[in-house]
């Protein structure tokens, strides 16, 4: 099977890695790609946002199975446009890729599925804004309600902060606070099956103990010892699969991978936001985990065959993963520096390029996402960490406490009704 590889941060660069540890991939191309995949991967030029030149590229390359990263080609199109050229394709279609392009309309999508919410009011107006703040109490939830990288929510307890924020957004989503800790669960689906992935945590905030603003995700680890048993079949059932049907009902059939990411309150599992796509950086340490060779189960969920598929195999121990980013992250990064030890094992390339001279330096806010594995989640961490002591970008930022509650047993998981 000849699989392209569509997009260029470590989320890619990690579908890269798992793919060409399969033994039925016999060819792999990533497009655009990045330092870190052209090791792998015959590398391409593309506009991942132009669903012509992706689907053009796929015959080119006569792909057997494009695997499309990002969310922002999603929902531009490019599924869609490489099906119509008759080639499977791993990843919903523009219109089925709105559950994570609009948190409205995702909003609508879990009232239809009965998938319990958070609270939330859609407002376009300073006036409307103000009233749902008022109504819900701080701490405030304001949400851009269009794609912006994981960086369009602000939650805060400073109203005029918050109100600011709906302000400078056209239409926004105010919503209910969820305490608790969070999850993302990865869902395989081909628009009808649909297999759990195991369940991983991302930090979002850039500082040490969810300090600072928010980010893409500065670290994650998988999987999740303090999570309660059962947990991952009862999202599966309350969530996932309502979640799909509604989907298919509504004739935008939902294929690939249904990113739910939870916070279990005192209430239940909650829905934070569904994403359309593999999270970064929780994808690192969940394909580190898979024993299953990904370019079949991929396949399968684009060609509807997902339910014929054997049970997920999974290697022993845990994964951890610390990202790597730029000086002035998330703000506008510093790109251009020379990054020294990335092409070991487990650095895994998220903003970097090769300079003409054959340096890699940074091109992006995350730059590297440095991973490992171990038989416990106390050895995994020591192990990301080591590693990360051996590479160099200079301003470069990390956080040092990515799985440090969990091995310290410091989650505090309330009592799920
Ligand atoms: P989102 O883009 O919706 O994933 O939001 C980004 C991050 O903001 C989430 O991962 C949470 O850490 C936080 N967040 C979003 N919605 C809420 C909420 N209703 N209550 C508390 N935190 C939230
Ligand atoms: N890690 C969060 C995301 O991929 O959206």
Known sequence: MRVLVIGSGAREHALCLALAADPSVTALVCAPGNAGTVAIAEQRGVDP??????????????????????????????????????????????????????????????????????????????AEAAAALDEF????????????????????????????????????????YLDGPEVSLFCVTDGTAVVPLVPAQDFKRIGDDDTGPNTGGMGAYAPLPWLPAGLTDDVVRTVARPTVAEMARRGTQFSGLLYIGLALTARGPRVVEFNARFGDPETQVVLALLETPLGGLLQAAADGTLADQPLLRWRPGSAVTVVLAAANYPGTPRTGDVITGSEQAGVVHAGTRVRDDGAVVSSGGRVLSITATGASLAAARERAYALLATVDLPGGQHRTDIAAKAVAGQVAVPLLP
């Open 49 to 126: 946002l132009d669903p012509a030149a992706v689907a053009a590229l796929a015959r080119d390359v006569a792909a057997d199975l494009v695997v499309v990263g990002p969310e922002a080609p999603l929902v531009a199109g490019v599924a869609d446009a490489v099906r119509a050229a008759g080639i499977a394709c791993f990843g919903p279609s523009g219109a089925a890729a709105q559950l994570e392009g609009s948190k409205a309309f995702a909003k609508d999508v879990m009232a239809a599925a009965a998938v319990p919410p958070a609270a939330a009011r859609v407002c376009t107006t300073e």
């Open 137 to 176: 109490g701080p701490p405030y939830v304001v949400k851009d309600d269009g794609l912006a990288a994981g960086k369009g929510v602000v939650v805060t307890s400073d109203r005029a902060e918050a109100l600011a924020h709906a302000v400078a957004c056209e239409r926004v989503v105010v919503e209910e």
